[in-house]
């Protein structure tokens, strides 16, 4: 099923366009990458998702129902996680969870059992610090807490990761990976090595349209064919190797890399005949960072 759908989305700022024609569809249980460059018009179509901005053209539906600008019955499927969250700052991140259920009208003895389970999720579980002296990792942490609250079907994320540090990212992503069976988890970023951690599929956002989209796997093999690596035990045999195929390109030390993998029998031919050692030979793997830069033509 799918959990997010968008269709033909448009969205102008005047004369401005910043989307022109976005469609894509999230099913449901998997982390789903939203990614591109910073400006390119992530937050204006999360702001669309939750009802924050009318479209100019298309539609979205949340769980097969229709967003409406303004007062959407969608919202009640969605949990939302901006990229600085904001809160009370002079509550424990009990008080907070406490306040998010009561104005919610969940029942008093559901919030205890939920403030806890998701305390323990988030590691804040024995936090008793006001919110005021939290880290941004912890705030973050707390963010996701009170984005998961009410059980969402749909987790919206803007940007989570983009102001933590190493440890923080590594725990937040953790935190992201472990709820998918709960939840469907929409983490729009502009950090490729995050997405390529956690997420099943991915929708590349570029001048205002959808420039690739599917999983990690078909987007690797949407780049052009991998290229080798070859090492060479000996450093005069890699210089042997480079005048008798220009082509090749010396990496560092005896290393070298071949971008054309069909000229590969020919060199290995010439390497057979003349006994070379070989150390190393190796496919080089497509790394998403190459397609975006591939996409964005840097």
Known sequence: MEMLALSH??????EKEVLKDVSFSVPEHTVFGFVGQNGVGKTTAMKMILGLLPVSGGEIRVNDVPVRYGNTP????????????EFYSYMTPKEYLRFCGEISGMPSKEIVSRSDELLKLTGLGQEKRRIKGFSRGMKQRLGIAQALFNRPRLLICDEPTSALDPVGRKELLD????????????FSTHILSDVEQIC?????????????????????????????????ERVEETKSLLSAFPFLKNAQGSTLVLEDAKRLPDILHFIADRKMAVVRMERQETALVDLFMEVVGK
Do not use: C, W
């Open 175 to 186: 935190i992201l990976a472990s709820v998918k069976e709960h939840t469907t988890v929409l």
């Open 9 to 14: 989305v448009q969205k102008h700022f005047g």
């Open 74 to 85: 969608t919202n009640r499927f969605v949990g939302y996680l901006p990229d600085v969250p």
């Open 200 to 232: 099943d599929e991915i929708a590349l956002l570029h001048e205002g349209r959808i420039a690739v989209k599917g999983s990690l796997e078909e987007m690797r093999k949407r780049k052009k064919e991998a290229a080798m690596e070859l090492e060479m």
